[in-house]
């Protein structure tokens, strides 16, 4: 049962390491391929470094108002960077902003970025995941992050 809050997702992107991990460190370049498919981003805070912090929003659709975990049509999240291995690794602590018990806690979400012929491998692996979140929406969002990501650099 405990791995039901482990979800994971990877995505092979033709592109430098060294690319991809500038693309996690500016906040307008993450605006534009974090939020997965039909949503958008607002950065309020944005601060790239071990320590630092974030703090952004990802905005559900009209069409899916009454989704979000923070506001009808948002969710808002505060988000930490823990470790920053340049070109390498990505670890973050976030926790969203919500009243509902069910998406509290802090949720790591490691990205580790690893060379392979004709790219770089993206994986992905959210750990402690909100009870909240469910195992396939999660995949889906993460999926649709990378696409994106792959769209922005490719």
């Not at 039901?4 to 993450?30: G, Y």
């Not at 969203?96 to 790219?119: H, Q, R, W, Y």
């Amino acid at each position: 049962m405990s791995d039901s809050r482990t979800h994971t997702a990877s995505r092979t992107i033709i592109a430098s390491q060294r690319a991809i991990f500038r693309a996690f460190l500016d906040p307008e370049a993450v605006a534009s391929w974090r939020p997965p498919k039909g949503m958008s981003a607002k950065v309020f805070a944005f601060d790239p470094r071990p320590d630092g912090i974030y703090k952004m929003a990802f905005i559900y659709p009209e069409t899916e108002h009454g989704r979000g975990k923070s506001t009808a049509d948002a969710d808002i999240f505060e988000g930490r960077f823990v470790e920053l291995v340049p070109d390498e690794l990505i670890v973050e602590e976030v926790q969203f902003e919500s009243d509902n018990p069910v998406f509290a806690g802090t949720m790591t979400i490691t990205t580790a970025l690893l060379p392979v012929t004709g790219g770089t491998k993206v994986s992905i692996r959210a750990e402690n995941v909100p009870s909240g979140i469910s195992a396939t929406d999660h995949r889906v969002g993460m999926e649709s992050t990378l696409k994106n990501l792959a769209n922005f650099i490719e």
